[in-house]
């Protein structure tokens, strides 16, 4: 079964940091671009970051310089560090796995965790 499991969050002040870990089974995980996503209560879903299977990383601009994203093929986890944290940062952080493969057909792989609570405050 594939398996996607965020752990890490808690509460911690503004100015702070926090480490979330992602650990991955059940697919070959190397071949997956792997994101962190984020929804506060009454919000959208959003994008934070993200790492391709070829490790090229992209961020989402509220946290570009505080965030950092990064994996670990060996041991079938992705990170986010996060530092600098603010109570606009407090939300449900998800991890999640993406591969689409084209053969014949196009087919699309998502697999999502439960979540992790992080809350920024004083």
């Known amino acids: 079964q594939m398996h996607v499991v965020e752990s890490g969050g808690g509460l911690v002040q503004p100015g702070g940091s926090l480490r979330l870990s992602c650990a991955a089974s059940?697919?070959?995980?190397?071949?997956?671009?792997m994101s962190w996503y984020r929804q506060a209560p009454e919000k959208e879903r959003e994008l934070v970051a993200a790492?391709?299977?070829?490790?090229?990383?992209n961020y989402a601009d509220s946290v570009k310089g505080r965030f950092t994203i990064s994996r670990d093929n060996d041991k079938y986890t992705v990170a986010l560090q996060m530092n600098s944290l603010k109570p606009e940062d407090t939300a449900m952080y998800y991890c999640?796995?993406?591969?689409?493969?084209?053969?014949?057909?196009?087919?699309?792989?998502?697999?999502w965790g439960q979540g992790t609570q992080v809350t920024v405050s004083a």
């Open positions: 999640h796995a993406h591969r689409t493969v084209v053969d014949v057909n196009v087919y699309e792989y998502d697999y």
């Open positions: 059940g697919f070959t995980f190397s071949s997956y671009d």
């Open positions: 790492i391709t299977s070829a490790s090229s990383t």
